[in-house]
């Protein structure tokens, strides 16, 4: 059943704008009057985010939701109660659903009041409620008298203590309504969000804080003066605000001939009429395919309605493909990156490529055995240098020589975090440096092998965040390859992916079975591929504490604020772009 409508004051010609809609949900203006940046993130931006607060409302709601009662217009009868009645006026340029209309008297003494339902408990003001709530209310009251329907008040329903408070709707409430009316049409017409509050007592419980980041935002333009490089972005520790991983994880089929389906609310994966497995939706964050396996139309429609992303891979592991939603709405971000990519992007390229030989260093640091064999103080402290020569760069091509001298003598000392003790395909152990497609040897394999998952998780994060990933700002452009994955993959590589590689290794996981070894290439198993996903997903799980803003968080969250803060710095709210560097 459809909510019941009533349309007031039918647009004229003269009265379209042609950047705002003709119509703002009214929930905006009280998002506005809570914060400009919520406001424009979720309206402008299109950004959503749940939190406990926002599924609790929705289920406080779920009775007044359902349309009930009729609701006719004031000339035509006496409205006595309607549940989720739709009421627009393009004069106000606000169209909005009133959880319960309430009617009393009749003839001329009659009149309606909009209850508005709320989670919570009334304000500890003379109000009894924020100005947030009270406007919003008073709106849906304004959209009354102009579908001919006298409202002079309105309740406030709170929920959890089961409460009404009465709003009413006088002068100077109605001024500061329509105040913000006017101040919504405006801000909706600007291209960027203003900045995030400071150190606002509102953004801990904001659903939107992990999109917003208030805090670091403001962390990294207090401290981008700093002069020294080593402690150039150290700054006290922030709040931590970021929501907490979600409890959904990737699913990851490999199983040769498998088909995917989607029942009675769960993903299900069969091979042979055989079960397989079988997971709710709610605790899957992406599907991954590798090899020759079959989804259903059904469930990739109902995962991409859960804005859940689809991901094809080879049966070797490389990444193939994804299908998502619809797009990011963030147009402006696109359009920055575009004309950035195309203008030339040094001042992001120069500190990806330098925290990447930051982080190669902080492991070899880290790991090396000191009877390895290698000199790999030598390394370390060259690798320091050509870190610093990263961020001095004047060009892609030296910037690239740059990051190639350091690889060349990373990987010359790979060896030296690994126990060559270990056995593996070929003998004793050996690893000659980099090589791929395919991979000679086992270490190779399965650095390509993570090195893919990375870029596949990092494509989700980028296309999530607004982002193309296709297009990128130090690897060039080309047929099928996702540039920005790989570009912000490089400074992750070595705390994910190389990390991940050792554990496996010197703890015995990775052994000669789950290889497999052809034409001088060297594959993983079905059963290797298990091993190393799980290694992978541990990896993602594992928290970390933050350089920068001081607090633990995950390396599958580092990838989200890191291409947030690609954003923030593309949108003009920091500085510079700080790369992820552990010490």
Known sequence: ??????????????????????????????????????????????????????????????????????????????????????????????????????????????????????????????????????????????????????????????????????????????????????????AARQPTAPPPLVASPKCPRCSLVGICLPDEVHALAATAETADHGDRHRTTPVRHLLPSDSAARPLYVTEQGARVGFRSGRVTVDADRTELASVRAIDVSQLCLFGNVQVSSQAVRELLRREVPVCWFSYGGWFAGIAEGLPSRHVELRRRQVARAHSGALDIARPIVAGKVRNCRTLLRRNAKPDAGHDVGRVVDALKR?????????????????????????????????????????GPFHFDGRNRRPPQDPINCLLSYLYALLVKDLTVTLLAVGFDPYLGFYHRP???????????????????????????????????????????????????????????????????????????????????????????????EVPEYVPFVTR
């Open 386 to 426: 050509l870190s610093e020569q990263a961020r001095d760069q004047r060009s892609p091509g030296s910037l690239l020589g740059v990051e190639g001298a350091a690889a060349r003598l990373y990987f010359e000392a790979l060896p030296a975090m690994l126990r060559t003790d270990r056995s593996l395909p070929g």
């Open 478 to 572: 080309r047929f099928g390859r996702p540039a920005l994955a790989l570009d912000m993959a490089e400074e992750l590589r070595p705390l994910v992916g190389d990390s991940v590689v050792i554990n496996l290794v010197n703890n015995g996981e990775i052994r000669p079975p789950h290889f497999v070894v052809r034409a001088g290439g060297v594959a993983l198993t079905p059963e290797g591929r298990k091993v190393v996903l799980a290694g992978y997903e541990r990896r993602l799980a594992t928290e970390v504490r933050h350089p920068v803003f001081g607090y633990q968080v995950t390396y599958r969250r580092v990838m989200e604020v890191q291409a947030r803060l690609l954003g923030a710095y593309l949108l003009g």
């Open 1 to 186: 059943m459809e909510p019941v409508e009533v349309i007031a004051n039918p647009p004229a010609d003269d009265a379209v704008d042609d950047h705002v809609p003709d119509l703002v949900p009214a929930r905006m203006v009280n998002e506005l009057s809570y914060c400009p940046r919520l406001f424009s993130l979720e309206w402008v931006e299109s950004q959503f985010a749940h939190n406990d607060d926002v599924v609790d409302g929705q289920y406080r709601h779920r009775v007044v939701d359902v349309p009930a009662g009729s609701a006719p217009l004031a000339a035509d009868g006496d409205l006595r109660a309607a549940r989720s009645v739709r009421l627009s006026s393009i004069d106000l340029g606000l169209v909005a659903v009133v959880d319960v209309v309430e009617g009393e008297g009749s003839g001329d003494d009659k009149e309606v009041h909009p209850v508005d339902v709320k989670r919570g408990r009334p304000a500890p003001t003379p109000e009894r409620a924020w100005e947030p709530e009270r406007v919003q209310l008073c709106v849906q009251g304004l959209l009354l008298r102009e579908a001919g329907y006298r409202c002079r008040s309105g309740f406030l329903s709170f929920a959890e203590a089961r409460e009404r408070v009465e709003v009413v709707f006088d002068d100077h409430l109605v001024d500061r309504t329509l105040t913000l009316v006017r101040e919504l049409r405006e």
